[in-house]
């Protein structure tokens, strides 16, 4: 989860850690989240979901999925709400193809935004400090930055590079957006994370 320019939730804000580099992804949102458009359309409270990567015409792009969050009483917990819109960039580029309001484009009840899904952090990572969260999501984006490089080379996906992407996904995912997820992007989410979480 990459919180927007606002500093919503502590523990997501800065992706980079200790003596390493960011990834190629991590550098493409954040470079996303200092543009005119995403500071003049995004809500304030918003956050960036996991990206998935779609191929069309023999070009690559990055598909993101925007959500809400609002910081709630207790102390590190924050409220996390279905995601409303996506935003897709050219990979190679980085140019913003398209921006897609969820509140429009789906047949989603209007309830579905009308209170949140869940909460941040969530079980699976609850026990995680924060150098430990970060670690591992740096970890996921520098796999994906991996995955963007092997679909624009159309090159297969090695079994070991499915198993270490799909159990930092599991792990990372949240767990009340992930039937969200699947259906923004049911074949990508089904191949890496083939049984919904239990949570």
Not at 31 to 47: C, D, G, H, N, V
Not at 151 to 170: C, G, I, K, T, V
């Amino acid at each position: 989860m990459e919180t927007s320019n606002q500093n919503t939730t502590s523990s997501t804000t800065n992706s980079s850690t200790k003596n390493s580099h960011p990834s190629d992804l991590s550098a493409i949102i954040n470079a996303l989240q200092k543009t005119a458009f995403y500071r003049q359309i995004i809500p304030m409270e918003s956050a960036i979901g996991w990206p998935v990567p779609v191929r069309k015409n023999d070009r690559v792009y990055i598909l993101l999925p925007l959500f809400g969050v609002q910081p709630t009483k207790e102390k590190g917990k924050t409220a996390l709400f279905a995601p409303f819109a996506t935003i897709t960039l050219d990979w190679k580029t980085q140019k913003l193809v398209e921006y897609a309001d969820l509140r429009f484009r789906t047949n989603w009840s209007k309830d579905t935004w009308a209170k949140e899904a869940g909460y941040f952090p969530f079980n699976k990572i609850a026990t995680l400090t924060v150098g430990e969260y970060r670690e591992k999501r740096e970890k996921l984006l520098k796999l994906y930055d991996d995955m963007f490089h092997l679909l624009a080379d159309n090159r297969p996906f090695s079994s070991e590079f499915n198993e270490d992407f799909s159990s930092l996904l599991r792990i990372l995912m949240e767990p009340c957006l992930e039937k969200y997820y699947r259906v923004l992007a049911p074949k990508f989410f089904n191949h890496f994370l083939p049984e919904l979480s239990g949570e």
